[in-house]
């Protein structure tokens, strides 16, 4: 498989892929070595967990690096997403003790009823390339904490990262056998979901999310799909328009618009939607597009080349449809696939800009009446991952936030994900969670055990 630098087009390196047969064998390995693995003591599975920390901070560069030249990530929000990492692992060792400990929940002398927590077994991890350090982690280092062994498949677009997120695994002394990166597209990932693997944990689009349902959901297994969104915010009339937009592009544009919590639909209240629109279009306008490599960059490479078709169709759809085009719209001529940073005004939902996930640099501003107005806008998607509300109202944002379909809310902030809660969606934002402390529970099975000792 070649692997090419979204930035440049020039090939990175050729690698080789997994095969049907591998796969099995590589199943086969992390089946009889699972065992072993879960009957460690916590405390020494947790010490491979901190030497895997050690050596990120050791090798935070290097790895920063490899990111922004096989995704085109901007090479500071590169640095930010390995550095982000530690933070995951400190709150994922420094809970796991308390969420995996068995636990006695009654006892009258004769009778004794206690939950214990076994790992779930061998597990497939098939991950997204737009944050691979971030849901990688969220799922491998809670899972193997548990006492599961982990198959990995990085995503094709992040095939250097998963090489070396398995290579520090190994070097902190996780088993060869018991984590085991499996390389290669999506027909890659179909057979490893074949195997017969006690858990699927996917992070990817909608469209293989449901592919990977219907394939494991005859066989009883657990399978979590956290998946796309449009995410939307709501700007109310009382907000100090300068920082709200500023706050909101950000949310918008970060990461080159390519996080699934990125702000894919902005709501203003009309009393202020002509000052806000001005300033976000400023905002919009400073930030630098180029090199994933300069410091300076803030917008990078769109991973994928095929997305700038798709981000020239939302924005031709947009304007045919009576959308004011403010900047950009267009790629950017040259070498690699930049998308020049994008701001549609007056959209409405009959666009598929707002109604299919852009994930790019593109974004849709509407005008809308009140907050009853915004609410039911917010809430009229297929998906539900993020939703937020800018006011210095608590009441106020309480009340809407209340009403949102989605996993997650924000008030004055978005874009943000955090270990300490949960992470999952409404309706096509998948199911089942990660982070939090039931995202370390997840990749259990409780066990009820009813002791009589007479
Ligand atoms: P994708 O669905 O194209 O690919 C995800 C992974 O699935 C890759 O490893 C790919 O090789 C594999 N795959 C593809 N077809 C498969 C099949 N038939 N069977 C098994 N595996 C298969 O998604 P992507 O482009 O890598 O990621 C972008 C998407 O991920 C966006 O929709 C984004 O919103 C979403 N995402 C969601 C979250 C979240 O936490 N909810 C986080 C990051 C990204």
Redesign the pocket.
């Known amino acids: 498989m070649k692997l090419t630098n979204p930035a440049t087009g020039a090939l990175l390196r050729d690698v080789a892929t997994d095969t049907a047969r591998t796969i099995r064998a590589k199943y086969a390995r992390a089946r009889a070595a699972q065992p072993a693995w879960a009957a460690l003591p916590l405390r020494r599975r947790a010490a491979t967990i901190r030497a895997l920390r050690n050596l990120v901070v050791e090798r935070q560069e290097e790895l920063a690096r490899t990111l922004s030249l096989e995704v085109g990530k901007p090479i500071r929000q590169s640095r930010n997403e390995v550095k982000g990492l530690l933070p995951r692992i400190d709150f994922f060792v420094a809970e796991a003790a308390k969420v995996l400990r068995d636990e006695k929940v009654f006892g009258d002398g004769a009778m004794e009823e206690r939950i214990g927590h076994e790992p779930l077994g061998v597990v497939a991890n098939?991950?997204?390339?737009?944050?691979p350090y971030f849901?990688g982690c969220n799922v491998f280092v809670p899972a193997l904490l548990a006492g599961n062994a982990v198959l990995y498949?990085?995503?094709?677009?992040a095939t250097l990262t998963g090489m070396h997120i398995a290579e520090l695994m190994h070097a902190a002394g996780v088993p060869e056998d018991v984590f085991i990166a499996v390389i290669g597209?999506?027909s890659?990932?179909?057979a490893?979901?074949r195997q017969p693997v006690d858990g699927v944990f996917?992070?990817?689009?909608?469209?293989?999310?449901a592919?990977?349902a219907a394939?494991t959901g005859r066989r009883m297994i657990k399978t979590q799909l956290?998946?796309?969104?449009k995410d939307p915010v709501y700007v109310a009339d009382d907000v100090d328009v300068a920082a709200a937009a500023a706050a909101v592009a950000d949310g918008a544009f970060y990461n080159t618009g390519q996080?699934?919590c990125a702000v894919e639909r902005v709501y203003v209240h009309e009393k202020i939607y002509a000052p806000f629109v001005k300033a976000f279009v400023d905002e919009v306008k400073r930030f630098k597009v180029g090199d994933p490599l300069d410091e300076a960059t803030y917008i990078g490479a769109l991973t994928?080349k095929p997305q700038l078709d798709v981000l020239k169709r939302q924005v031709a759809d947009a304007k045919k449809k009576g959308a004011r085009l403010l900047t950009g719209g267009a790629p950017i001529k040259g070498k690699g696939n930049f998308f020049a940073p994008t701001v549609l005004a007056d959209v409405d939902h009959s666009m598929q800009v707002m109604r299919d996930?852009s994930?790019g640099p593109v974004i849709g501003l509407m005008a809308v009446r009140d907050d009853a107005h915004a609410t039911a806008l917010m809430n009229d998607t297929e998906y539900g991952?993020t939703a937020g509300v800018y006011t210095p109202d608590a009441k106020r944002a309480r009340a809407i936030l209340a009403r949102m379909q989605a996993g997650t809310v924000y008030w004055n902030c978005c874009d943000r994900v955090s270990p300490r809660l949960p992470?999952s969606?409404h309706k096509h934002?998948?199911i089942g969670l990660?982070l939090s402390t039931y995202g370390i529970q997840t990749f259990t099975r409780p066990k009820a055990w009813h002791l009589r000792s007479t």
Do not use: H, M, Q
């Not at 996917?202 to 999310?209: Q, R, V």
């Open positions: 098939i991950s997204a390339w737009n944050y849901v498949k990085p995503s094709e677009f597209d999506g890659v990932g179909g490893l979901v996917f992070t990817g689009s909608y469209a293989t999310g592919k990977i394939a956290e998946l796309g969104g996080s699934c994928r996930e994930f991952l992470w969606g934002s998948g990660t």
